[in-house]
């Protein structure tokens, strides 16, 4: 893919990082003459030491050729504005941060895929990993419900149990359900039939209130 990435700051440069070593094409915009020859240094794509706002500087970035533009700065004002330039452009993956909640629709308007407030993000990922060490990884659905990845212990309730027989049993707890299962590098879609064992990735649709549950049926962990 032909990236344009606009910002290298925290949440920038950890993208850029992702982006280049998977092998695409990529282009990073940067304001701050610091920051921009940092990132040339260290990463084999074209940098623009430019502001993003300007159409000149998106053409030169080869904005018209682009797969994807990402705007990651702290200021939700050139996030928009960049948005809009690189619509003109027919970009057909716009995808922007948002700090401010107030300015989504906004966002939303310009059909723009969000990343909302990416501080409260990394938060909620700190708070969880602190509060339910077992938990590898989540994702937040909404206010209510998410998705949890949990690695199966021997001393956990579902190790050695059926899924349909713990569903009935009240070992798995009700308002969970297991949506995916990865076990010898294979990821398969589990079934009624299917026996959780030690060391298995489960990835778990829960509810809130069935989290802490849902943790300590898996891993052990209370």
């Known amino acids: 893919m032909y990236i344009v990435i606009i910002g290298a700051g925290q949440i920038g440069s950890?993208?850029?990082d992702l982006a280049v070593n998977d092998?695409?094409?990529?282009?990073?915009?940067?304001?701050?003459?610091?920051?921009?020859?940092?990132?040339?240094?260290?990463?084999?794509?074209?940098?623009?030491?430019a502001d993003?706002?300007?159409?000149?500087?998106?053409?030169?970035?080869?904005?018209?050729?682009?797969?994807?533009?990402?705007?990651?700065?702290?200021?939700?004002?050139v996030n928009i504005m960049v948005m809009l330039l690189a619509q003109e452009h027919d970009v057909p993956n716009l995808v922007s941060v948002v700090h401010n909640p107030e300015h989504l629709p906004v966002f939303e308007k310009i059909g723009v895929t969000l990343i909302e407030n990416p501080q409260r993000l990394i938060a909620d990922y700190l708070y969880h990993s602190v509060r339910y060490p077992g938990v590898s990884d989540f994702i937040e659905l909404d206010d209510e419900t998410e998705l949890v990845e949990l690695t199966v212990t021997e001393r956990a309730p579902m190790s050695g149990k059926v899924l349909q027989q713990a569903n009935e049993s009240g070992v798995l707890p009700e308002g969970c359900l297991v949506v995916a299962l990865a076990r010898d590098g294979k990821i398969r879609a589990p079934k009624g039939n299917t026996t959780i064992r030690t060391g298995d990735t489960v990835t778990v649709f829960t509810d809130d209130a069935a989290l802490s549950d849902a943790v300590a049926a898996f891993t052990g962990d209370n």
């Open 52 to 77: 993003a706002t300007n159409n000149g500087t998106l053409k030169d970035a080869g904005v018209d050729r682009a797969d994807a533009v990402i705007t990651t700065t702290n200021i939700d004002a």
């Open 14 to 16: 950890n993208l850029i």
């Open 23 to 49: 092998g695409n094409d990529v282009v990073v915009i940067e304001s701050d003459e610091e920051r921009a020859n940092a990132v040339s240094q260290e990463h084999d794509c074209l940098v623009l030491n």
